[in-house]
Nanobody
Framework: VQLQASGGGLVQAGDSLRLSCAASGRASSNYRMGWFRQAPGKEREFVAGISRTGYTKYYADSVKGRFTISRDNAKNTGYLQMNSLKPEDTAVYYC????????????????WGQGTQVTVSN
């Protein structure tokens, strides 16, 4: 599986962005997906996860109520809708996919995208 993340950019606090993760290779319905982020000097943080069907989701407390993870298996694409962005959301965002496991809060993933930069200014 190859993952291509896109949609990052420079926005102001309070704005919204939608990240996309296009998957190629096996059908996306075969794996759960997730989004991570890493800010300079900080550890990588698991932001959100979604089941193969899209019915079950997980969110980190830091983004709960502001971010929404979703997927369109017909398009082999996952999404991360980010609303009410804050400067502390500034990071490189990575999408990931896993064939194994059903726990959407698991941080174990098999494949990674290249990352897309999100910068939120005051």
């Amino acid at each position: 599986v190859q993952l291509q993340a896109s949609g990052g950019g420079l926005v102001q606090a309070g704005d919204s962005l939608r990240l996309s993760c296009a998957a190629s290779g096996r059908a996306s319905s075969n794996y759960r997906m997730g989004w991570f982020r890493q800010a300079p000097g900080k550890e990588r943080e698991f932001v959100a996860g979604i089941s193969r069907t899209g019915y079950t989701k997980y969110y980190a407390d830091s983004v709960k109520g502001r971010f929404t993870i979703s997927r369109d298996n017909a398009k082999n694409t996952g999404y991360l809708q980010m609303n009410s962005l804050k400067p502390e959301d500034t990071a490189v965002y990575y999408c990931a996919a896993a064939y194994s496991g059903y726990d959407v809060s698991s941080v174990r993933f098999d494949y990674w995208g290249q990352g897309t930069q999100v910068t939120v200014s005051n």
